[in-house]
């Protein structure tokens, strides 16, 4: 009898293969490796976006949050304003009432504003300047031969900006007639 030899070679397909087939088959290969690479980057560009994109809207919603609720609470900071103007000085002057009345009303005003300072809220008041359409409203046009045309004249209405957002316009009377700026 003899001896089987237990350790019989197994098939070797690669080493069968001719070099062509296997140089094709590495390319083939590589090229799925680098086309799962570009997947891949991109996949991470697409996430790193969608994370920054997450961040400014959060960022913006934060900061953005109180703009239905501050709209609506300028009326009482234009009812304040319209309150200090009726009361002539001389009224104030002859009348000790009418006095801390109108130093109440004021300093409520000075408070308000400065709790829409604190939360972003910026007056614009733009008497005197020139006209600008992003951040004024032209109510009518006054003659004004010595004032430059185009130039705001009276602020009936101050506007607010909440962040670098307008919040509501400036409500204007502007110059017409005068000389061309």
């Known amino acids: 009898m003899t001896d089987i030899d237990n350790e019989t070679p197994l098939p070797q397909e690669d080493a069968a293969q001719p070099q062509d087939a296997q ?5 083939t290969l590589e090229a799925e490796l680098a086309d799962s690479r ?5 996949a991470l560009a697409e996430t790193e976006n969608v994370r920054r994109r997450g961040e400014r809207e959060r960022d913006d919603t934060a900061r953005y949050a109180i703009s239905r609720f501050a709209g609506d609470i300028l009326s009482v900071a234009d009812n304040l304003r319209r309150a200090l103007e009726s009361v002539p000085a001389s009224a104030a002057e002859g009348n000790e009432f009418i006095a801390k009345l109108t130093d109440g009303v004021g300093a409520t005003e000075r408070e308000l504003l400065k709790l829409f300072e604190k939360h972003g809220l910026k007056r614009v008041d733009p008497a005197g300047q020139v006209f600008d359409p992003n951040f004024h409203e032209v109510l009518y046009e006054v ?4 004032v430059t045309a185009g130039t705001v004249v ?12 307008l919040l509501r316009p400036a409500r204007v009377a502007v110059a017409k007639g005068g000389p061309l700026s």
């Open 23 to 27: 140089a094709e088959k590495i390319a």
């Open 154 to 165: 009276q602020v009936l209405e101050a506007g607010y900006t909440i962040g670098d957002r």
């Open 38 to 42: 570009d997947r891949l980057l991109r």
């Open 143 to 146: 003659d004004s031969p010595d």
